[in-house]
Nanobody, 127 residues
Framework: EAQLVESGGGLVQAGGSLRLSCTAS????????IGWFRQAPGKEREGVSS????????HFADSVKGRFTISVDNAKNTVYLQMNNLKPEDTAVYYCATDWVRRVGVQFMYPYSYSYWGQGTQVTVSS
């Protein structure tokens, strides 16, 4: 069964940076879309960014455009979310998720599009 493991979360001051990693085991990302989501206390899970491991196409939520980048290293089966100029409102548990590109379609930023999820990593941004 596909497994995803996130890492790289932590506590950072506003304006700082973190890089989250999402590593897959038991399968490769070829033919998959990988999404990053976040969920703050009392809020719904929201899409942050996505990348197609096949063609490298990316998408970002408006709230993170210009601050976050996403990349995939197919040799390492790892997707990275580079987060710069972090703000207190970025505080949340961050999850990576993946599914076949045909299943996700154009619904890149919706949690229901993805079947496989990691356990999440906490990101806390202090003001």
């Amino acid at each position: 069964e596909a497994q995803l493991v996130e890492s790289g979360g932590g506590l950072v001051q506003a304006g700082g940076s973190l890089r989250l990693s999402c590593t897959a085991s038991e399968f490769t990302f070829d033919g998959y879309v990988i999404g990053w989501f976040r969920q703050a206390p009392g809020k719904e899970r929201e899409g942050v960014s996505s990348i197609s491991a096949s063609d490298g196409s990316t998408h970002f939520a408006d709230s993170v455009k210009g601050r976050f980048t996403i990349s995939v290293d197919n040799a390492k089966n790892t997707v990275y979310l580079q987060m710069n100029n972090l703000k207190p409102e970025d505080t949340a548990v961050y999850y990576c998720a993946t599914d076949w590109v045909r299943r996700v379609g154009v619904q890149f930023m919706y949690p229901y599009s993805y079947s496989y999820w990691g356990q999440g990593t906490q990101v806390t941004v202090s003001s």
